[in-house]
């Protein structure tokens, strides 16, 4: 009997220890996911930031020190996220997508880049198509992450 | 006609002064995000902000004690000092995101880089606050901090949404969807208390004290609370309006200060851009000011040091140091690159601790007779004042776990 209490006990044990790393990876799991989607709808917003831009840019509806400074301000956000994302450990399953969303920003970061240093209307409207890319392949990502 | 002059100065310059870096960045993200329905979240601050207003300016111009001196004498020396310096410590957090704000503002209108414009910022206001009078500080940031009416038009430009407008006065959920409830309430929790910052009462009793108001000066004070005050959050609902209008229909989290002016560009073009960010700079220029004065008032207050800046430079010598390590401290803080629109975040939420202990005192004053004596609270003004105190106290608790749920309201 007392042995028979004492199974029970471990194995109660060994259940709730179980159910807690079950838990705990779950819930990494689902924080990854949320951090993934999180950094691919922050990507999205500045890549969308960007092309309202160079439009009001084009139209002649904004200055070039708000253009050039804003867009600096802007590659320094997308950089510290490409960090964050960079630094990210991952379980095998969001690889893809970490990986995806990774390639995204930095073709972003490339883009501000290129934007700061040559403002003239051709490169924008060059850029503004290339934009256009990049907010497909994130808004296709973003529904993997819903 | 000179009188009233002066009432609509100081109601204008009320106006110029409402909107901090605070107002600017928890309104239009919240617009973007919710659209109209938290509008009603800039009343309730307004509100609030407008009694306590109104009752310092009126104990100041009675009684001529300045908040922290009552602080200090109602709560006693220990708990006055922890006050201090957690008022103190949110305050210059505070004044360095204003100081980053102004420093990015500068930037993109004249392109000039980033260490040039933060060395021209702070060079700017120590020059500024130390040679100009009060009166001339206060009115010259606040009467082309009105500059921000600019968002008002390009609101009034891309038309007005009267349905909305009225389900945002009331509080509903976003489209009743719960998941949301959280990240809605610390919108809420921010926008009420960016409105009713700590700093704001601190500045606005001590300014009551270096302009030498008398009871003659309480009608101004009453027009300046209740009317600069209301007009003031017009302008913050514009933000929240433009950014439901613009940045949510394009998909754009506003995470930077000066993503809001695209919302004007985008209806007035590149003039109107010019002037929104030429609004921007002044009116959290006069947020920088009225941040570095208020600590420094604040602490000698406390210590009992002369004060202010109506007084000889050398008479008030330990009061002009400190200002100045302040607005030092802020250009350093700001030179390691801290985002201001993150800390500005921070600064308000912890702000929201800091609220009872500074509004409790002016109410107990302002409600006592045998201190006020005919200028005590009347009976609507004690209940409201009441009423404020308690949401105060609601904000207080709730702040900091909302901000942890929501990771900052990003979730």
């Not at chain 2, 108001?213 to 003659?216: E, F, I």
């Given at each position: 009997m007392k042995q028979l209490r004492k199974v029970l006990f471990i194995a109660a044990l060994i259940a709730v220890v179980a159910a807690g790393i079950i838990a705990f990876v779950e819930n990494q799991q689902k924080v990854d996911k949320q951090f993934l989607k999180e950094a691919n709808t922050n990507l999205l917003s500045y890549t969308n930031e960007t092309s309202t831009m160079l439009d009001l840019y084009l139209a002649g509806k904004l200055t070039k020190p708000y253009l050039k400074i804003h867009t600096g301000y802007l590659n320094k956000k997308t950089l510290n996220l490409f960090e964050q994302i960079t630094t990210m450990d991952v379980p095998p399953t969001y690889q893809t997508a970490l990986h995806q969303t990774e390639d995204n920003a930095l073709q972003l970061s490339q883009l501000l880049s290129s934007i700061g240093t040559k403002p003239t209307p051709d490169q924008i409207k060059k850029q503004r198509i290339q934009l256009e890319k990049t907010k497909q392949q994130l808004t296709q990502l973003q529904k993997q992450y819903e | 006609m000179n009188k009233i002059f002066q009432i609509t100065l100081g109601i204008v310059t009320a106006v110029g002064g409402f909107i901090d870096i605070g107002e600017l960045v928890f309104s239009v993200h919240a617009g973007a995000r919710f659209g109209f329905l938290l509008l009603w979240a800039i009343i309730v601050g307004t509100i609030g902000i407008t009694i306590y207003s109104e009752m310092c300016g009126r104990i100041a111009a009675v009684i001529h004690k300045p908040v922290f001196i009552l602080v200090k004498q109602r709560l006693g020396y220990n708990k006055a000092l922890t006050v201090l310096i957690a008022s103190t410590a949110l305050s210059v957090l505070t004044c360095a995101a204003e100081v980053g704000g102004v420093t990015i503002a500068l930037q993109l209108l004249t392109g000039i880089d980033y260490l040039s414009s933060l060395v021209l910022t702070i060079t700017g206001f120590i020059v500024v606050v130390w040679l100009a009078p009060f009166e001339i500080i206060e009115k010259m940031f606040g009467l082309l901090g009105v500059l921000m009416i600019i968002f008002l038009v390009a609101n009034v430009q891309t038309g007005v949404h009267t349905q909305q407008l009225l389900q945002g006065l009331t509080p509903t959920l976003p489209n009743g969807n719960t998941n949301q409830l959280f990240p809605y309430l610390y919108f809420a929790v921010g926008i009420i208390s960016s409105s009713m910052m700590p700093y704001e009462v601190y500045f606005y009793s001590s300014g009551g004290i270096e302009e030498k108001?008398?009871?003659?000066k309480l009608l101004d004070n009453h027009l300046t609370a209740i009317i600069g005050m209301s007009l003031g959050a017009i302008l913050s609902a514009s933000l929240m309006m433009l950014g439901a209008k613009v940045f949510a229909v394009y998909q754009i989290s506003p995470d930077l200060m000066e993503t809001s002016v695209l919302a004007v560009a985008a209806q007035l073009g590149k003039w109107g851009a010019v002037l929104a960010l030429l609004g921007i700079l002044f009116a959290i220029g006069g947020a920088v000011i009225e941040t570095c004065l208020a600590s420094a008032y604040n602490i000698a207050q406390f210590f009992e040091w002369p004060w202010g800046l109506h007084m000889k430079k050398e008479l008030a010598r330990a009061f002009n140091i400190t200002w100045i390590l302040i607005l030092l401290f802020s250009f350093f803080v700001i030179l390691v690159g801290i985002d201001p629109v993150d800390l500005v975040e921070y600064a308000v939420i912890f702000s929201v601790i800091a609220l009872p202990f500074t509004y409790y005192p002016i109410l107990q004053v302002a409600n006592n007779k045998n201190i006020m004596g005919k200028y005590a609270n009347g009976k609507l003004i004690k209940i409201l004042g009441w009423v404020y105190f308690f949401i105060v106290c609601i904000l207080a608790l709730s702040a900091i776990p909302l901000m942890i749920i929501t990771h900052s309201g990003k979730v």
């Open positions: - | 108001w008398t009871p003659r």
